[in-house]
């Protein structure tokens, strides 16, 4: 295709490779005034002008630059008619010259070009086109359509969000705390497996035992996943059964099973509880999770559950209690009991997942950044709505779809296990439904409309509009108005996920304790199936 460029004004002239060739034919003296007029006062295209003439796009073209040469540059008397107009000839013709030299290829056109653009008239009344021809005019780029369509667009190829710096400077805490432990790590682990053995030994007739049957319906010892234990009650049990399988002290502080007593001397952290091994992916013990004896008073017994302290394998907001597979889905509860009840239910459909600490942390977070969707089933309580609308902000930032889990009113997995039994709770797993159904749907003030737009912000952009239907409907609100409060949440979104969960986060408390306290009629408060479902992140 052939194509010309004027290095002065930057025109650029293309050949229209639509008109088949055909062979030169040679224009009247009128066809080419009428052709020169067009091009120059009409402002046709050389492919119109080819059309109009019944020509091949060469023809008209070799024949206008070369009339126009001759018209402008050679006839004697050829602007006489632009002095007559009032222009300054000879200065427009020294400005379009000098101002950048004329390209070497097609000058006259370039020179034709150029002063058209300087010497056309500006159009007349009676050429404005009538109101019925004007184009309807199109939104604007502030326009909050056109906000969220363009956002939008940047969303879909926007990549995964990337460590932040408090996580990169967590990892290289942890790599420098192992680098420099006076235990390497395989003995930890070979430290861990010895009291592990020991605690599994001690479960059998204990108190732990019946506990866990009666708590998850089934008799758990000796499992070989679970590997449920019971540290006994008494000072030094482990310390004292370690020693003789030759641990030395410094490796039983290390790995965080004993720790310094008033007196000096070492006495085991884990005394009286049920324990529960903490694992990596291979297996390899990390450390341990303990229930405190339920029948003994909360102010004797301490925490109802301890884990490890932080130690260079081992740092609870790394990990979670369960492991998440590629061939189940992930779900997120509040303790141990509820995560290996939620596997043992489900036969490994879903795998139940505990975050060891009172919220969802940036590290495990990230561990599920690859995960299509993941379901929330903390107790249908006040804290735990709160902790799940939480985790989902959490998730958000890795565009990670969450499903709400609807337990009835006050309960938690392993209580509807227990009561109703596997099929009821996979049931209710099965029934999830988008968490921001659940967030849109208690939108019954302004904090709560702005953190169900937050919701909808975080959302892939395919479930923006049908959010802010919802919630229209939900609030009575117009959507425009929704959508101008949504653009400034979606940029947010874009700029910078996390700071913008963190935002999201003050706003969480308030809508969610009326929805614990103000659960509605069905199953644990179910709200009503959403006309839309999850759309994936990616």
């Known amino acids: 295709m052939r194509r010309y460029r004027c290095s002065g004004c930057g025109y650029v002239w293309r050949q229209d490779t639509t008109a088949a060739a055909e062979p030169r034919a040679k224009l009247s003296r009128r066809a080419l005034r009428w052709a020169l007029e067009g091009i120059v006062v009409q402002h046709l295209s050389v492919a119109r002008v080819a059309e109009g003439l019944g020509v091949a796009w060469d023809t008209a073209h070799d ?22 107009t009032g222009h300054d000839v000879h200065g427009i ?40 021809e004007t184009s309807v005019e199109l939104p604007g780029p502030d326009d909050p359509a056109t906000r969220l369509a363009l956002l939008g667009m940047v969303r879909d190829v926007t990549g995964p969000t990337p460590p932040s710096d ?16 006076p235990v390497l790590a395989e003995r930890l682990h070979q430290v861990n497996q010895l ?29 070989p996943t679970i590997q ?34 008033s007196t000096g001397r070492l006495i085991d ?10 694992t990596d992916q291979d297996g390899h013990i990390l450390g341990f999770v303990a229930r405190a004896n339920p029948t003994i008073p909360a102010d004797q017994a301490g925490p ?33 009991l509820d995560a290996i009840a939620i596997t043992l239910a489900t036969a490994g459909r879903y795998t139940g997942l505990a975050p060891l600490g009172t919220s969802l942390t940036d590290q495990q977070a990230a561990l599920l950044a690859d995960q299509e969707r993941v379901v929330l089933a903390t107790d249908n309580d006040t804290a735990g709505n709160t902790a799940a609308n939480k985790d989902h902000f959490k998730l958000a930032v890795h565009r990670t779809d969450t499903l709400r889990a609807e337990l009835p009113q006050g309960s938690d997995p392993a209580e509807l296990l227990i009561t109703h039994g596997p099929a009821a709770l996979t049931q209710s797993l099965h029934n999830a439904t988008p968490t921001i159904d659940r967030i849109v749907s208690y939108a019954n003030d302004d904090a709560a409309v ?33 959508q101008a409060r949504l653009v400034p949440l979606v940029e947010a979104w874009n700029d910078d996920p996390r700071e913008a969960a963190a935002g999201a986060a003050p706003q969480q408390r308030g809508p969610f304790q009326r929805a614990a306290t103000s659960a509605r009629p069905g199953h644990g408060g179910e709200v009503p199936q959403s006309r839309r479902t999850a759309a994936p992140h990616r």
């Open 450 to 482: 702005d953190l169900a737009l937050s919701a909808i912000a975080a959302a892939h952009p395919s479930a923006w509009q049908s959010g802010l239907e919802e919630l229209s409907e939900q609030t009575k609100l117009p959507q425009e108005q929704l």
């Open 195 to 223: 009291a592990q053995d020991y605690y599994a030994s001690c479960f059998p007739q204990s108190w732990a035992q019946p506990y866990l049957a009666e708590r998850l319906g089934v008799d758990l010892a000796g499992h």
């Open 304 to 336: 109802k559950y301890l884990n490890t302290p932080t130690t260079p394998i081992y740092s609870k907001g790394d990990q979670f209690y369960g492991h998440p597979t590629a061939t189940s889905t992930p779900v997120i509860v509040e303790g141990p």
């Open 269 to 278: 952290r884990f005394r009286d509880r049920l324990t529960l091994p903490i």
């Open 63 to 84: 024949a206008v630059l070369a009339e126009g040469k001759r018209v402008l540059i050679d006839e004697e008397h050829r602007l006489d008619d632009l002095s007559a």
């Open 228 to 261: 449920p234990g019971h540290a006994p009650a008494g000072w030094t049990n482990l310390a004292n059964r370690l020693r003789r399988h030759g641990v030395t002290d410094l490796e039983m502080l290390t790995a965080g099973l004993v720790k310094p007593a």
């Open 93 to 132: 013709l020294a400005d379009t010259i000098t101002t950048k030299p004329l390209p070497d290829d097609h000058p006259a056109a370039a020179l034709l070009w150029r002063l058209t653009r300087i010497t056309t008239p500006e159009p007349t009344p009676h050429e404005v086109p009538m109101a019925d």
């Open 166 to 181: 408090a996580m990169l400077r967590h990892e290289l805490d942890r790599a420098d705390a192992l680098a420099d432990s």
